[in-house]
């Protein structure tokens, strides 16, 4: 899913797109470790996508503190 998209999303949609995406991540990795190769690009996309969720949780983190501060 391309960033933009997901800036677009509010904190608890992210928060739920992590989730499902991490249950994925953990299937897929028992389908590798049980020598199914079929889901290793799909592997990467999904790993890449949590990625990008969680920078975004975390820029948004950071700038809700630098609100703080203010």
């Not at 800036?7 to 992590?18: A, C």
């Not at 990467?44 to 700038?63: F, M, P, S, Y």
Request: charged share 45%; aromatic share 2%; net charge positive.
């Amino acid at each position: 899913m391309r960033a933009e998209k997901l800036r677009e999303l509010d904190d608890n949609e992210l928060r739920l797109q992590e989730k499902e995406i991490s249950e994925q991540l953990f299937r897929l990795r028992l389908q590798l470790s049980l020598g199914q190769m079929d889901g290793l690009k799909k592997y990467k996309v999904l790993k890449k996508d949590r990625a990008r969720i969680l920078t975004i949780l975390r820029e948004r983190e950071l700038a809700a503190q630098q609100e703080g501060k203010k």
